[in-house]
């Protein structure tokens, strides 16, 4: 069962739990692909943050920063069920088959890849169904943030709920 959840955190110390959170229980994501995380929202709302934690949540020791002039970048990664970790920042982006000449078919396809892509809803039409979708955005104090998770499975939408009440 397919669920959606809002999580409020009130610094980057919060977004780290979450992306901790999430690296940790991927494997449960059974989609026979790539697991995919899109990240969307406002500048400043914290989406290279989350995928700074979450690589390192996953071991990567190597500086981690945007591609956004890059568009992509690849992680080594030495875990059980993943082999590579994608960054794809696609916010200059003009026309989504530009992905496609970066790999982008052949990365979604390998189950061994995580990716990580921010401004997604510039690529929206070219990405797999099967895909959590994290929508970041500024709450009502100056380091608030709202988290609406959306198409999380539910046993992952539980583990997040159970961590973040007790927290």
């Known amino acids: 069962m397919i669920t959606t959840q809002t999580i409020r955190v009130n610094s980057l110390k919060g977004i780290n739990k979450l992306a901790v959170l999430l690296a ?12 995919v995380l899109a990240l969307s929202g406002d500048l400043g709302t914290g989406k290279t943050a989350f995928v700074r934690y979450f690589l390192r949540a996953l071991g990567v020791k190597q500086r981690i920063t945007s591609p956004t002039f890059v568009i992509t970048k690849s992680y080594k990664l030495k875990t059980k069920n993943y082999k590579t970790a994608y960054h794809i920042d696609c916010y200059r982006i003009k026309n989504p088959r530009e992905l496609f000449e970066l790999g982008l078919k052949e990365i979604l396809e390998n189950l061994r890849n995580i990716v990580l892509i921010e401004w997604p809803e510039k690529v929206e039409k070219i990405l797999p169904s099967q895909i959590i979708w994290l929508n970041f955005r500024h709450g009502t104090k100056e380091r608030e943030r709202i988290i609406q998770i959306i198409k999380i499975p539910k046993s992952l939408s539980d583990s997040i709920k159970r961590y973040f009440r007790s927290n």
């Open 24 to 35: 940790g229980n991927l494997s449960k994501l059974k989609t026979g692909k790539a697991a």
